[in-house]
Nanobody
Framework: QVQLVESGGGLVQAGGSLRLSCAAS????????MGWFRQAPGKERGFVAA????????IYTVSVKGRVTISGANAKNTVYLQMNSLKPEDTAVYYC??????????????????WGQGTQVTVSS
């Protein structure tokens, strides 16, 4: 079992940048496919990005492609989400998640096994 704690959220102006961190404990992140999801008020949780075990592959939702980078630091047992050129529509609670038992990337939040508590990202116009 793995425990996940997100950090790095905050208030930023449109066009700005944030780096979210997801610190894992209990198991190493190389054991899991790791994903970032977000949920805005009144909306369903949506996929942002995922990285495969050992970091060999990544996938992004179309709306963030080119602006967001997911990466993993095995030595720190942490996954990052670097977000640039932020837009007001990026405002949401961002969640880190882990899925075990697969080498495949997964975009469906229902398939993930472990979740962090979330970190708020607010982008002002």
């Amino acid at each position: 079992q793995v425990q996940l704690v997100e950090s790095g959220g905050g208030l930023v102006q449109a066009g700005g940048s944030l780096r979210l961190s997801c610190a894992a404990s209990g198991r190493t992140i190389s054991t899991y496919t790791m994903g970032w999801f977000r949920q805005a008020p009144g909306k369903e949780r949506g996929f942002v990005a995922a990285i495969s075990r050992f970091g060999s592959s990544t996938i992004y939702t179309v709306s963030v492609k080119g602006r967001v980078t997911i990466s993993g630091a095995n030595a720190k047992n942490t996954v990052y989400l670097q977000m640039n050129s932020l837009k007001p529509e990026d405002t949401a609670v961002y969640y880190c998640a882990a899925k075990g038992g697969t080498l495949l990337l997964q975009t469906d939040w229902r398939k993930y096994d472990y979740w962090g508590q979330g970190t708020q990202v607010t982008v002002s116009s």
